[in-house]
């Protein structure tokens, strides 16, 4: 089994900065990608942002030039670097990391949200 634990979410004001991190434990396998997601209340989760193996990264048009995606040294953790905060950033955020197509796991989220 796999345990993803995210950390670095809570308040701050728009335009501020946070930075999420998720660490991977357990049997942890080489992940193909990893990446973010985030669920506002009565919102579909969407992806934030993720990243491969490779170092390739996609991001969502409302988070671009706003989020950095970034993996660390030991390619089991995952860094979201967030600045200009808006309140539409406001959100449940999860990990998720990738074994192969069909197999995925997911962190428990971290609530991350922007006062006006």
């Known amino acids: 089994q796999v345990q993803l634990v995210e950390s670095g979410g809570g308040l701050v004001q728009a335009g501020g900065s946070l930075r999420l991190s998720c660490a991977a434990s357990?049997?942890?396998?080489?992940?193909?990608?990893m990446g973010w997601y985030r669920q506002a209340p009565g919102k579909q989760r969407e992806l934030v942002a993720a990243?491969?193996?490779?170092?390739?990264?996609n991001y969502a048009d409302s988070v671009k030039g706003r989020f950095t995606i970034s993996r660390g040294n030991d390619k089991n953790t995952v860094y979201l670097q967030m600045n200009s905060l808006k309140p539409e950033d406001t959100a449940v955020y999860y990990c998720k990391a990738d074994i192969n197509v069909v197999i995925a796991y997911w962190g428990q989220g971290t609530q991350v949200t922007v006062s006006s």
């Open positions: 990243i491969t193996a490779g170092g390739s990264t």
């Open positions: 357990g049997s942890i396998f080489s992940f193909i990608s």
